[in-house]
C-alpha cells in the first residue's frame, strides 16, 4: 500500500534492496501526531533465509579483515553519526517519540559505543599463560562467530542496534538485523550509515517485518548461530525455547521494576530530580525507567507532595518542540495498557496521587499522550509493584527502615537497574553489595548507564549475559585455546611432567 509523501523502504541484502518476497508492505506512522513517515516490506521467512545466505557468505571475508581495519570502519561510522546526530535526534522525536535532549542522548550512546568497539579492534585481548611443559607455547584467542542475528526494540531505535552490531562487527561477524516495528525508519538510517563508512556488502543486512514471522525465522534459522534480543521477558523466554533446537547462543536483555529508595537522610530535593528523570523520562519506556519509589516513613511525606507538584508541572507535547518534558507513548496499545494498569492499581487499593489518564487537548488527540501518574500507599505485592508497565506510572511504597527497604527492593522477578538515595556512607556501601540487580546508582536515578561498563541484569531480566563494555565481546566470540609445542617431541600434558 503507497502512502502519499511517504518513501518506500526496501529489505537491504547483500548491498541491495529487495521488497518482501510476498509484496507486502507496513507502515511507520510517528506516535506523537500521527504522520506517516515510511513504508516498509512486510518480510517473512523467505527474506531472511536470502539475507542469512548473503551473510553467511559474506562471514568467509570479513572475518579475515584485520580488527583493527574492522574497528576503523566503527571509527568513521562514529564520527558520520556525529555529523548526522542532529538530524537523526529530529527523526527519532518524530519516530520514537522521545523528546530532544533525549533522542540526542539515544544517538550520543551510539556514538560513544561505536568509538569505544572501534578501539576494541586493537585490543580483543586473549591470554598468554606458562605451559606446564618445556619448550610450549599457550594463548586464548577470540575468534568470531558467523551470522549474528540482531532483534531490537523501538524505546532506544539508535542506541540499542549499536550495542550489538559495533561488537558484533569488530569481533569479526556479519549481521542480519530486524528493527523493531515501530521504528523501522531509524535503522534504515543507522545502516545507510553503516555503509557509507565502508562495510563491505553482505556484511550488514537489514529485514523488516514482525517478530513472530522475521525474528522467529532468525531465532530457527541453522545457519545464525547468535541471536541477541533486547526485548520483553515473554519474547525472551519464548526465543529461548524456539531456539533450543539449534542449541544457539542467546543473548537477551529483557525487562526490569526497577526501584530508587529514598531513605530519610537522603537530599530531598536530590531526591526529587532523580525520580522524575527515571520515572517520567523517555515517558517510562526504558528499561531501567523507575516505577517504584521505595521511601523510608520519615521521608514518605513530604516527597510525596514534592513528587506530585513537580509532575504536574511536567509538560506533555511532541518531543521536537523545545518545550516539551514528556513526550507520547509509543503507540495505542501500549496507551491502552498503561491506562489499564491505572484501574488495577485503584482497584488493588493503591492511591492514585496524581496524572492516571490520557492526555487530550492542545493538539495531544493526534497522537498518544499519559499524564505522569503515581500512585502512594502502594503494597510490594501489588501488580503495579511488581509487573513492567513501560509507561509514566511509578508506585510509592512506604518502608521503616534500609533493611525493608532492600529486601522491598529485591523483592521482584527483574533484577536490572537500583538505585539509593543516602547520606550515609555505610548504608551505600551496603547497598551496593545486598540489591540483586545488574546496576546499583548511588544518589543518581536508575537511569543513565555509559557504554564502558557492563550492562544487563540478573534474575529475569536477562540469561547472563552482558552489553557493552568488555563483557559484550563474550556475546560475540569463542574462545579458542592455542597450544604449540616447539620440542619437536611429542610431549603429553597431564603425563610427562617437565623438569
Ligand atoms: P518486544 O519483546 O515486544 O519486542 C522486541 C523485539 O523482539 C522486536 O523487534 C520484536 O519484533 C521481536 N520479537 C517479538 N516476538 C518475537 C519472537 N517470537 N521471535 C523473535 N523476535 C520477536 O519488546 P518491545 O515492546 O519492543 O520493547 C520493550 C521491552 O524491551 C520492555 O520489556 C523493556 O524492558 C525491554 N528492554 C530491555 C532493555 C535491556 O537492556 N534490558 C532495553 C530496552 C528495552
Same mark, same amino acid.
Given at each position: 500500500?503507497?502512502?502519499?509523501?511517504?518513501?518506500?523502504?526496501?529489505?537491504?541484502?547483500?548491498?541491495?534492496?529487495?521488497?518482501a518476497?510476498?509484496?507486502?508492505?507496513?507502515?511507520?506512522?510517528?506516535?506523537?501526531?500521527?504522520?506517516?513517515?515510511?513504508v516498509?516490506?512486510?518480510?517473512?521467512?523467505?527474506?531472511?533465509?536470502?539475507?542469512?545466505?548473503?551473510?553467511?557468505?559474506?562471514?568467509?571475508?570479513?572475518?579475515?579483515?584485520?580488527?583493527?581495519?574492522?574497528g576503523?570502519?566503527?571509527?568513521?561510522?562514529?564520527?558520520?553519526?556525529?555529523?548526522?546526530?542532529?538530524?537523526?535526534?529530529?527523526?527519532m522525536? /518524530?519516530?520514537?517519540?522521545?523528546?530532544?535532549?533525549?533522542?540526542?542522548?539515544?544517538?550520543?550512546?551510539a556514538?560513544?559505543?561505536?568509538?569505544?568497539?572501534?578501539?576494541?579492534?586493537?585490543?580483543?585481548?586473549?591470554?598468554?599463560?606458562?605451559?606446564?611443559?618445556?619448550?610450549?607455547?599457550?594463548?586464548?584467542?577470540?575468534?568470531?562467530?558467523?551470522?549474528?542475528?540482531?532483534?531490537?526494540?523501538?524505546?532506544?531505535?539508535?542506541?540499542?542496534p549499536?550495542?550489538?552490531?559495533?561488537?558484533?562487527l569488530?569481533?569479526?561477524?556479519?549481521?542480519?538485523?530486524?528493527?523493531?516495528?515501530?521504528?523501522?525508519?531509524?535503522?534504515?538510517?543507522?545502516?545507510?550509515?553503516?555503509?557509507?563508512?565502508?562495510?563491505?556488502?553482505?556484511?550488514?543486512?537489514?529485514?523488516?517485518?514482525?517478530?513472530?514471522?522475521?525474528?522467529?525465522?532468525?531465532?530457527?534459522?541453522?545457519?545464525?548461530?547468535?541471536?541477541?534480543?533486547?526485548?520483553?521477558?515473554?519474547?525472551?523466554?519464548?526465543?529461548?525455547?524456539?531456539?533450543?533446537?539449534?542449541?544457539? /547462543?542467546?543473548?537477551?536483555?529483557?525487562?526490569?521494576?526497577?526501584?530508587?529508595?529514598?531513605?530519610?537522610?537522603a537530599?530531598?530535593?536530590?531526591?526529587?530530580?532523580?525520580?522524575?528523570?527515571?520515572?517520567?523520562?523517555?515517558?517510562?519506556?526504558?528499561?531501567?525507567?523507575?516505577?517504584?519509589?521505595?521511601?523510608?516513613?520519615?521521608?514518605?511525606?513530604a516527597?510525596?507532595?514534592?513528587?506530585?507538584?513537580?509532575?504536574e508541572?511536567?509538560?506533555?507535547?511532541?518531543?521536537?518542540?523545545?518545550?516539551?518534558?514528556?513526550?507520547?507513548?509509543?503507540?495505542?496499545?501500549?496507551?491502552?495498557?498503561i491506562?489499564?494498569?491505572?484501574?488495577?492499581?485503584?482497584?488493588?487499593?493503591?492511591?492514585?496521587?496524581?496524572?492516571?489518564?490520557?492526555?487530550?487537548?492542545?493538539?495531544?488527540?493526534?497522537?498518544?499522550?499519559?499524564?505522569?501518574?503515581?500512585f502512594?500507599?502502594?503494597?510490594?505485592?501489588?501488580?503495579?509493584?511488581q509487573?513492567?508497565?513501560?509507561g509514566?506510572?511509578?508506585?510509592?511504597?512506604?518502608?521503616?527502615?534500609?533493611?525493608?527497604?532492600?529486601?522491598?527492593?529485591?523483592?521482584?522477578?527483574?533484577?536490572?537497574?537500583?538505585?539509593?538515595?543516602?547520606r550515609?556512607?555505610?548504608?551505600?556501601?551496603?547497598?551496593?553489595?545486598?540489591?540483586?540487580?545488574?546496576?546499583?546508582?548511588?544518589n543518581?536515578?536508575?537511569?543513565?548507564?555509559?557504554?564502558?561498563?557492563?550492562?544487563?541484569?540478573?534474575?529475569?531480566?536477562?540469561?547472563?549475559?552482558?552489553?557493552?563494555?568488555?563483557?559484550?565481546?563474550?556475546?560475540?566470540?569463542?574462545w579458542?585455546?592455542?597450544?604449540?609445542?616447539?620440542?619437536?617431541?611429542?610431549?603429553?600434558?597431564?603425563?610427562?611432567?617437565?623438569?
Open positions: 500500500m503507497a502512502v502519499t509523501g511517504a518513501r518506500t523502504f526496501k529489505n537491504f541484502i547483500g548491498g541491495e534492496g529487495f521488497d518476497v510476498s509484496g507486502e508492505t507496513f507502515e511507520s506512522t510517528s506516535p506523537a501526531d500521527g504522520e506517516t513517515l515510511g516498509f516490506p512486510k518480510s517473512g521467512a523467505e527474506d531472511v533465509d536470502r539475507a542469512v545466505a548473503v551473510a553467511k557468505q559474506a562471514f568467509e571475508e570479513w572475518r579475515l579483515v584485520p580488527a583493527p581495519r574492522r576503523e570502519v566503527l571509527f568513521r561510522f562514529a564520527q558520520l553519526m556525529t555529523e548526522h546526530k542532529a538530524e537523526l535526534t529530529e527523526l522525536t /518524530h519516530e520514537m517519540g522521545k523528546v530532544k535532549a533525549e533522542a540526542g542522548g539515544d544517538v550520543q550512546e556514538i560513544d559505543m561505536s568509538y569505544y568497539m572501534a578501539g576494541e579492534g586493537r585490543r580483543l585481548w586473549g591470554q598468554t599463560t606458562p605451559s606446564e611443559l618445556r619448550d610450549k607455547f599457550n594463548m586464548s584467542v577470540r575468534m568470531p562467530i558467523g551470522v549474528v542475528g540482531v532483534i531490537t526494540p523501538w524505546n532506544f531505535p539508535i542506541a540499542i549499536s550495542w550489538k552490531i559495533a561488537p558484533a569488530v569481533c569479526g561477524n556479519t549481521i542480519v538485523f530486524k528493527p523493531a516495528t515501530d521504528t523501522p525508519l531509524l535503522g534504515e538510517k543507522f545502516v545507510e550509515l553503516l555503509v557509507e563508512a565502508g562495510v563491505p556488502a553482505g556484511v550488514v543486512n537489514v529485514v523488516h517485518g514482525g517478530g513472530g514471522a522475521v525474528g522467529d525465522r532468525m531465532v530457527r534459522h541453522p545457519d545464525v548461530p547468535v541471536i541477541t534480543l533486547t526485548g520483553s521477558r515473554d519474547t525472551g523466554v519464548q526465543v529461548m525455547r524456539n531456539a533450543a533446537e539449534c542449541l544457539k /547462543h542467546i543473548h537477551l536483555e529483557l525487562g526490569g521494576k526497577n526501584a530508587i529508595i529514598v531513605l530519610d537522610d537530599d530531598l530535593d536530590l531526591a526529587v530530580d532523580g525520580i522524575l528523570w527515571s520515572a517520567f523520562g523517555t515517558s517510562g519506556q526504558r528499561c531501567t525507567a523507575a516505577s517504584r519509589v521505595i521511601v523510608q516513613d520519615g521521608a514518605y511525606d516527597l510525596a507532595s514534592r513528587l506530585v507538584s513537580a509532575a508541572q511536567l509538560r506533555l507535547g511532541v518531543g521536537w518542540d523545545d518545550d516539551t518534558d514528556v513526550g507520547p507513548v509509543i503507540n495505542e496499545g501500549a496507551l491502552e495498557k491506562h489499564s494498569y491505572t484501574q488495577i492499581g485503584i482497584d488493588e487499593g493503591a492511591k492514585l496521587l496524581t496524572g492516571g489518564e490520557v492526555a487530550s487537548g492542545n493538539g495531544l488527540d493526534k497522537g498518544f499522550y499519559y499524564r505522569p501518574t503515581l502512594g500507599d502502594v503494597d510490594p505485592q501489588m501488580r503495579i509493584a509487573e513492567e508497565i513501560f509514566p506510572t511509578t508506585a510509592l511504597i512506604r518502608v521503616k527502615d534500609f533493611d525493608e527497604a532492600v529486601r522491598v527492593s529485591n523483592g521482584i522477578r527483574y533484577g536490572l537497574s537500583s538505585s539509593i538515595f543516602t550515609d556512607v555505610n548504608k551505600a556501601f551496603r547497598a551496593m553489595r545486598d540489591l540483586v540487580a545488574g546496576i546499583t546508582y548511588v543518581a536515578g536508575t537511569i543513565g548507564a555509559e557504554v564502558h561498563l557492563p550492562f544487563g541484569g540478573t534474575k529475569d531480566t536477562g540469561n547472563g549475559h552482558r552489553e557493552a563494555g568488555q563483557a559484550a565481546l563474550d556475546v560475540f566470540t569463542e579458542k585455546s592455542i597450544y604449540v609445542d616447539y620440542s619437536g617431541k611429542l610431549q603429553k600434558a597431564q603425563i610427562d611432567t617437565a623438569t
